[in-house]
């Protein structure tokens, strides 16, 4: 009996095992009950197309597969792991995973993969995991993850991105964990982050961020509003304003080895829930003690920074001993107490010398303790005479030093260099020899008229170039040859009365370009051949009356476009032509006397910021904003002649409107502006100018469109229900993105609002 068994077993397996021999790919290793198959270093170019069907693991760690075509897994659709690290795979086509609905986790890293395009990961609407790092991503098309509804972790660590566009996290709605340490990101856009409501973790570390990114701060309060963790380790910021940072729930904040000097004692204060907050290896010698707000605090780690362990630290020593936060680091002066910890001081040894005596120690600490800089060969840092470098952070500066010549001797590996308030008044050729390692150059205020040929050339790694401040009438046009790199450049304030569209045509990098506060009169068609990259250009306060059809049609990814305080009497609609990616438009400030009929059309599907106050606007056309319904998220039409607005029920995007300081006429005409008031709930901040007995009053509080044909189903009485009615709702399952998104989002507030917000910050700072 058992030996008939088994031989039928042994059939049994033998038949088992040769179907599974056909269904194995034959460089592969597959087990049949886990269902996984492997195919690990096996050089192979292509996934394998006879993977079984069944298949719910599948690895090809170190193989050669170039390029991911779409459908590439359409055979094996119920994977719900895939590794693909180290197989050199520099292109992901549209669809690569389509079908792949149940996949759980998959991991892209260590591949040469540079571009996420908007349908690139299409279909994986199960994902949870997904590694991207040590790629060279560059570019994130928004749109990317849209899809990518269940997905917690994102890791983008060790890429070359550099800059986070509007939205392009969006979709992300259960997102836990954002990794985006190890980039080179100086720049993320205000909406960069939006729609992440669900987002506990965020690491920016090892970056290239020198300021605050704008959306942590305070306006953008409900951004990130389930952060606990924001790590910012190594970015170079040397100040860190008042209420920089503004997250309710954060609990650690890492802000060490930064460049900081100095900080606001109110930077955290918006942070009600900060436990742990580390600023060592800093630039900081005094600290103030921080302003209440923190209750929860208890640890502030300054290690690594040149405390100056004197009377003017005694104030944040007695905090800390009675709010009980433990200060972690040593004392860097004076002599006496150089090494002692902070909390091994007390308070009655923190005392100051007579200023004199002070300085002098200061000055005999100095020349005893740091050696003069030649003392260390190993690690010399070349510096021209008359400038400052610091080898550490690569910087080299020659601020304001009124010299007439570029110096020459800069360290090769400087990154920084800094050269703004002097006065050359021009550049040769190959200004800047041997320094092809500069990432940030700044030639602000130096009086230059004119760039020869070439000025920059060997700068390959110039990603932002500073020329603001000027006197630049023209540029040559092959001023900026040789840099490759160029992302950011700024030439604002300078004399320009017409574009120098031929200088751009060497810079295919250029992102974000700046010509604010010149004097440029016309926009001629074609401006940016040869920058078809670009993404922002700002060209607000120049003298534009007329812009060419078309004018900017070649930057088919242009995003932003500001052209406030011009003179155009029209919304240039032809000249948005072509512009399918425009997302912020700002035409504030120009004397645009009527709005016709589609006049955003061109745009419709893409735009989501339209400012179009302070214009002196009279009239729209019913249609002027067609198209725009779906899409739009914030308008601004506060600040114009307006007795009427178009209807606006088709907006159902919107999150911020502002309707102030226009002379509404509060009668049946507004009633479809009523009645959406009503259903909105969002700040309008719409007040009737006529008739005279409502003047004054918010259209929201007028009770006379009741009379109006089609008003009968408002309320009676003004609502403050809608707050209350919003509560029981809570229950309700909505995704929480449309929820939170409309709740905190400021208008700019009428001057007397403003005051009062800004009289209850000042009491609360004390
Ligand atoms: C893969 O290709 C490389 C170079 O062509 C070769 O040296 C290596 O032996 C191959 N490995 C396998 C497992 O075939
Ligand atoms: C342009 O000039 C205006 C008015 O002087 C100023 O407020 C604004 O900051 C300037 N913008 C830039 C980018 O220089």
């Not at 899809?147 to 392009?168: E, I, R």
């Not at 992440?196 to 305070?218: A, C, G, H, K, S």
């Not at 610091?390 to 500066?397: C, G, K, P």
């Amino acid at each position: 009996m058992p030996s008939l068994w088994l031989s039928a077993l042994g059939l049994w397996l033998v038949c088992v095992s040769s179907v599974l021999s056909a269904k194995c790919p034959k460089q592969c290793v597959c087990d049949q009950i886990q269902l996984t198959v492997a195919c690990v270093n096996k050089n192979l170019t292509e996934v394998p197309p006879t993977i079984d069907e069944i298949t719910v693991k599948l690895d090809l760690r170190s193989n050669d597969i170039q390029e991911l075509p779409t459908g590439a897994f359409r055979h094996s659709p119920y994977l719900t792991h895939l590794s693909l690290q180290r197989c050199n795979i520099r292109r992901v086509r549209e669809g690569a995973f389509r079908g792949l609905g149940r996949l759980v986790l998959l991991n892209l890293a260590n591949n040469n993969i540079e571009i996420l395009y908007q349908e690139s990961l299409d279909g994986l609407s199960s994902l949870k995991q997904l590694m991207l790092d040590r790629n060279r991503l560059e570019e994130i098309q928004p749109g990317a993850f849209s899809q990518l509804g269940f997905l917690n972790l994102l890791s983008l660590t060790h890429n070359q991105l550099v800059y986070m566009p509007n939205m392009v996290f969006q979709g992300l709605q259960n997102i836990k964990l954002l990794r985006l340490s190890h980039n080179s990101l100086n720049y993320l856009d205000t909406e960069a982050f939006a729609g992440l409501v669900t987002l506990t973790r965020l690491t920016l570390d090892n970056n290239e961020l020198q300021f605050f990114p704008m959306i942590i701060l305070t306006s953008f309060f409900c951004r990130l509003p389930e952060v606990t963790r924001l790590e910012m380790s190594h970015n170079p910021m040397t100040y860190l304003g008042e209420e920089a940072i503004a997250m309710p729930k954060l609990t650690h904040l890492f802000l060490d080895h930064m460049s900081l000097q100095d900080m606001s004692n109110s930077a955290v204060s918006k942070c009600p829930s900060l436990v742990h907050l580390d600023l060592s290896h800093n630039q900081l010698r005094v600290i103030q003690p921080f302003s209440p707000g923190t209750p929860s605090l208890a640890r502030v780690n300054l290690a690594g920074n040149p405390v100056y362990c004197n009377c003017y630290l005694r104030p944040l020593r007695e905090w800390a001993i009675s709010s009980k936060v433990k200060l972690l680091g040593t004392c860097g002066g004076p002599a006496h107490l150089s090494g002692e910890t902070i909390e091994g001081v007390y308070p009655s040894e923190l005392r100051c010398q007579s200023h004199e005596a002070m300085l002098r120690a200061e000055y005999e600490e100095a020349t005893r303790n740091t050696p003069p800089p030649t003392a260390e060969p190993e690690n010399k840092f070349k510096c021209p005479a008359n400038c400052v470098c610091q080898a550490e952070m690569h910087h080299s500066s020659c601020e304001n030093r009124g010299l007439t010549k570029i110096p020459k001797g800069f360290d090769p590996t400087t990154r920084l260099l800094d050269l703004r308030g002097n006065h050359f008044h021009y550049l040769p050729s190959g200004s800047f020899p041997g320094v092809g390692q500069v990432v940030s150059l700044h030639l602000q205020r130096c009086k230059i008229v004119d760039i020869e040929e070439e000025a920059f050339s060997g700068m390959k790694g110039l990603v932002y170039l500073y020329l603001s401040e000027n006197d630049l009438a023209s540029i040559s046009p092959g001023a900026f040859k040789g840099l490759p790199q160029l992302t950011y450049l700024y030439l604002e304030k300078n004399k320009f009365t017409v574009f120098p569209k031929a200088a751009f045509r060497l810079v295919p990098s250029l992102l974000a370009l700046h010509l604010e506060n010149n004097s440029i009169s016309r926009l001629e068609p074609d401006l940016l051949t040869g920058v078809e990259n670009l993404r922002s250009l700002y060209l607000t306060g120049n003298s534009i009356k007329h812009m060419a059809p078309r004018a900017l049609e070649q930057a088919t990814n242009l995003d932003t476009l500001h052209l406030g305080g011009n003179k155009l009497k029209d919304v240039p609609t032809e000249a948005l032509r072509g512009l399918g990616s425009l997302r912020d438009l700002r035409l504030t400030g120009n004397p645009i006397l009527w709005v016709g009929p589609n006049a955003f059309k061109p745009v419709e599907r893409s735009l989501k910021e339209l400012y179009l106050n302070k214009m002196g606007l009279e009239r729209m056309s019913p249609d002027s904003l067609a198209g725009l319904g779906p899409g739009l998220r914030s308008f601004f039409l506060e600040g114009n002649l307006l007795e009427e607005v178009p209807d606006l029920r088709s907006f159902r995007s919107l999150e911020v409107i502002n309707l102030a300081d226009n002379p509404l006429m509060c009668d049946c005409p507004l009633l479809p502006l009523r009645i959406w008031i009503e259903k909105v709930n969002l700040k309008v901040r719409a007040t009737c100018a006529n008739p005279p007995e409502v003047k004054g009053r918010r259209v929201k509080d007028v009770h006379t469109f009741r009379a109006c044909p089609g008003g009968e189903s408002l309320p009676s009485r003004p609502t403050t229900t809608l707050q209350l009615s919003r509560t029981p709702k809570a229950t309700k399952p909505k995704p929480p993105h449309l929820n939170r998104k409309r709740q905190v989002k400021m208008v700019k507030a009428k001057p007397k609002t403003n005051h009062k917000n800004q009289n209850s910050k000042s009491t609360k700072r004390r």
